[in-house]
């Protein structure tokens, strides 16, 4: 599969997996976890047509790690960015005393107000580098990114999570 094919089915697995699972009528189950088979069949029913070993690639070479199976790939799920309800069963975690959230230039003036929100999203993500988060904050426009006292907000009582990815 070409690198234009694995970005197409990324893209789709994101919208579908993370937030829209309804556009194909999918199933997924309290902790995010959908039938790779029936995940298939309906992706084509809606014109993505893609194969066992398109997605297996699209999970294995996806450099944010988005998407995993479970241990024997009969189910797949997002690893994080659910803007669905849904119990990812994500273990709390002890944050680096640092962390980072890219962000554009135009949220800036609202975060100063209101802090990080995670508005639609179950959870505020955040980078352990600030070429990730840059990477992040790109995404909307000019990038601003933020250092984040995480230590002291896990001192203070604020519960930190680590996600399948192994990004908090």
């Known amino acids: 599969m070409n690198e234009i094919e694995n970005k197409r089915i990324s893209k789709f697995l ?15 189950d309290e902790n995010g976890w959908a039938e790779v088979n029936e995940l298939i069949t309906k992706s084509a029913k809606g014109r993505m047509h893609f194969s066992f070993e398109d997605l297996e690639e699209v999970v294995e070479t996806n450099n944010k790690k988005r998407f995993a199976f479970n241990e024997d790939k009969t189910k797949i799920r997002a690893s994080q960015g659910h803007s669905i309800a849904i119990d990812l ?28 929100e ?28 933020l250092t984040i006292r995480t ?17 908090l």
């Not at 994500?90 to 962000?103: E, N, S």
């Not at 993500?125 to 600030?130: V, Y």
């Not at 230590?151 to 990004?167: C, P, V």
Request: proline share 5%.
């Open 14 to 28: 994101s919208l579908i997996l993370r937030h829209q699972p309804e556009i194909i009528e999918l199933r997924l």
């Open 89 to 116: 069963a994500l273990k709390v975690a002890q944050p680096p005393d640092f962390l980072y959230h890219g962000t554009a230039q135009s949220n800036i003036s609202s975060i100063l107000d209101n802090g990080i």
């Open 118 to 145: 995670k508005r639609s999203r179950q959870h505020v993500h955040l980078s352990a580098d600030k070429e990730t988060a840059t990477k992040v904050g790109m995404r909307h426009g000019k990038p601003v990114i």
């Open 151 to 167: 230590k002291e907000m896990h001192d203070d009582g604020i519960a930190f999570y680590l996600s399948a990815n192994g990004s």
